[in-house]
């Protein structure tokens, strides 16, 4: 359910962008979803389709990428992603999540077409 404000924040952010830009449409949303973020993209995707009628991003296609939590080993520092287990891959030491990583939930690129002036 907590997909819902971040879709609406979404959509303000792209409404923003586009009035910037001055975009007419906007084709492709490209989505980095953090795994720890517990959002879901199929529930972004439907809440989009619901409120995104009306706006520069009506028929834009949601891409997403998911993005795994960064750990880094206490032992040795080396940073890695979260895979199975918290073990470092290089040294067999305990690895700590890296704060804020596995929580994204970003923009990361944006395809659109200009408006015809
Ligand atoms: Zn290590």
Redesign the pocket.
């Known amino acids: 359910m907590h997909e819902l404000p971040a879709t609406e924040d979404l959509i303000k952010t792209l409404d923003e962008e586009s009035a910037k830009k001055n975009i007419s449409e906007i084709k492709e949303v490209h989505l980095v979803i953090g795994e720890l973020s517990s959002y879901i993209g199929e529930c972004v995707q439907m809440y989009f389709d619901l409120l995104s009628e009306g706006h520069t991003c009506e028929r834009a296609k949601l891409v997403f990428t998911y993005k795994k939590a960064r750990f880094k080993?206490?032992?040795?520092?080396?940073e890695f992603d979260h895979d199975r287990d918290f073990t470092?891959?290089?040294?067999?030491?305990e690895?700590r999540l890296i704060k804020g990583t596995g929580k994204e939930f970003l923009i990361s690129k944006l395809v659109y077409d200009d408006a015809v002036s």
Not at 73 to 78: A, E, K, P
Not at 88 to 93: D, I, K, L, V, Y
């Open positions: 080993c206490l032992s040795c520092g080396h470092c891959p290089s040294c067999g030491g690895g």
